[in-house]
């Protein structure tokens, strides 16, 4: 399955992710959910990412787009929440249920920031590249911040991971991280080799990020298990490394005792993580695929 199957089918996937599963087929007039966590700083769900967003009266951030119509719904509700216009729109990564949104917010959006690496994987995965797909246009390489609002907001990438682009938003007085898909809470995550991914430096990414922010910051995941949700706090984004780490394990051990790939990769589920969630659009033996991959390279 290439990118754009996965992203189509993620966008079903996604909502089932994000949201409980009485709300999958709500009335036609449903328009997400926003929920609020401290200081001005919550997140929205729908379909797709996770939004993440930051409303006052003096500033109005926003993280991640979704998919236009989802978008739509997004900024109606934030336009609720203050009539301040839209300073930043903030990509975690170029996928398209985080950025499908983006030409809902452009024009809108003051700036619109991400890792120098997004726009050309957003060229790359889209099937009309005459269409304005919503380029975010202030790019950074290792780190980007600013001052809004009594808000210092932090941006920042530690090397391939999920993608070859992903950033973590930090907001530095509410105490709260947006990770993007860098967390998949409690389900088995998709990697995106071709965009740059890498299984075993997103181990020392996590292992970095719960490094550099305060034991009680709040983390926004980009998707999560029903059961397990999109929030949480250090404790869940050490169980998504531990679980890439026992992938690394498992193969690497495979390959120590010269069994063969096939073997190594056929594999449905890792016993030790019973509550992690599986599909079919995206399985262990792929993520295994990928780790194997990485090992022969090193």
């Known amino acids: 399955m290439d990118r754009r199957q996965f992203l189509t089918r993620s966008s079903l996937a996604a909502v089932g992710a994000a949201l409980p599963f009485q709300k999958l087929w709500a009335a036609d007039n449903f328009a997400g959910t926003f929920n609020d966590l401290r200081r001005n700083v919550g997140y929205f769900t729908e379909r797709g990412g996770t939004i993440g967003w930051l409303a006052t009266d003096d500033v109005l951030v926003v993280v991640d787009s979704q998919f236009p119509e989802t978008a739509k719904n997004c900024l109606a509700g934030l336009q609720k929440r203050t009539s301040h216009g839209l300073d930043l729109l903030i990509n975690t990564h170029h996928h398209g249920d985080h950025t499908g949104g983006n030409p809902v917010f452009k024009g809108k959006a003051k700036q619109m920031v991400a890792h120098r690496n997004v726009p050309k994987l957003m060229k790359q995965n889209s099937e009309d590249s005459e269409t304005d797909a919503g380029y975010p246009g202030t790019l950074f390489s290792d780190s980007w911040e600013m001052e809004l609002g009594g ?137 295994l695929e990928v780790v194997y991959a990485e090992a022969k390279e090193m």
């Open 151 to 287: 808000e210092t907001i932090h941006v920042a990438h530690y090397g391939p991971a999920h993608t070859s682009g992903d950033a973590i938003i930090y907001f530095e007085n509410a105490n709260i991280a947006h990770m993007g898909d860098l967390v998949f809470n409690r389900m088995n995550p998709y990697t995106d080799r071709p965009a740059g991914a890498s299984i075993h430096n997103w181990i020392t990414v996590l292992e970095t990020a719960m490094d550099e922010y305060p034991s009680d910051a709040i983390y926004i995941f980009g998707h999560g298990h029903p059961e397990f949700g999109v929030t949480g706090n250090r404790d869940d984004v050490a169980v998504m490394r531990d679980y890439l780490a026992a992938m690394v394990e498992y193969v690497e051990d495979g390959i120590a005792a010269d069994r063969p790939k096939e073997e190594i990769v056929n594999l449905q589920k890792l016993d030790a993580f019973p509550q992690f969630q599986y599909a079919d659009w995206w399985t262990l033996s792929q993520n």
